[in-house]
């Protein structure tokens, strides 16, 4: 059983700064990658950003220049640190853990950005 977790969600005014993590515990031989993804009522989940075991990461081009992910492997651990918030990056954060052929799911995390 693999128990995905995350937290450091909140309310923030517009141009803060949030730090996201995410913690994976329980029977994961590899993980291969880890990322976050934002939801808002309505729409689709969308990728923000994630980071594969070798460190290689990517990120959607409206979080580029102001996400920063970054990956702790002895912890099996995911951070996001996001600055300059932006109104438009209210959503429910999730945690995405990958070790194929499976995929984990936390609960999620409200980020709140008030302008």
């Known amino acids: 059983q693999v128990h995905v977790e995350e937290s450091g969600g909140g309310l923030v005014q517009a141009g803060g700064s949030l730090r996201l993590s995410c913690a994976a515990s329980g029977s994961i031989f590899s993980i291969n990658r880890m990322g976050w993804y934002r939801q808002v009522p309505g729409r689709q989940r969308e990728l923000v950003a994630f980071?594969?075991?070798?460190?290689?990461?990517n990120y959607a081009d409206s979080v580029k220049g102001r996400f920063t992910i970054s990956r702790d492997n002895a912890k099996n651990t995911v951070y996001l640190q996001m600055n300059s918030l932006k109104p438009e990056d209210t959503a429910v954060y999730y945690c995405?853990?990958?070790?194929?052929?499976?995929?984990?799911w936390g609960q999620g995390t409200q980020v709140t950005v008030s302008s």
């Open positions: 995405n853990v990958f070790a194929e052929p499976y995929s984990y």
């Open positions: 980071i594969i075991s070798g460190g290689r990461t």
